[in-house]
């Protein structure tokens, strides 16, 4: 098993930043791939980025490209997104995810954290 704890989520002005974690705990976490996956109210859950087990090869959603940064830290076992340029239809909430198997878009994770948060004010 493999347990994710997310942080960082929170109230921000649009054009503002964030930056969330992602401790993972329970397996060898250089193992796995990672990713961040969102929900918005009354939307499908949606692939924002992914990164592979090395941190060599990165995805990103369309809708974040250029804006969002995906990057880990083996020895911390923690994956970050560094949001910038935020907008209202970031807000959602966002979960971290992982899985043995490096799947750019994919939402068949295995194991999910519990989300955090992310308001966009206009």
């Known amino acids: 098993q493999v347990q994710l704890v997310e942080s960082g989520g929170g109230l921000v002005q649009a054009g503002g930043s964030l930056r969330l974690s992602c401790r993972a705990s329970?397996?060898?976490?250089?193992?796995?791939?990672m990713g961040w996956v969102r929900q918005a109210p009354g939307k499908e859950r949606e692939v924002v980025a992914t990164i592979n087990w090395s941190g060599g090869n990165t995805y990103y959603a369309d809708y974040v490209k250029g804006r969002f940064t995906i990057s880990r830290n083996n020895a911390e076992n923690t994956v970050y997104l560094q949001m910038n340029s935020l907008k209202p239809e970031d807000t959602a909430v966002y979960y971290c995810?992982?899985?043995?198997?490096?799947?750019?878009?994919?939402?068949?994770?295995?194991?999910w954290g519990q989300g955090t948060q992310v308001t966009v004010s206009s």
């Open positions: 995810n992982a899985d043995r198997t490096y799947s750019p878009s994919s939402l068949t994770y295995a194991y």
């Open positions: 329970g397996r060898t976490f250089s193992n796995y791939a």
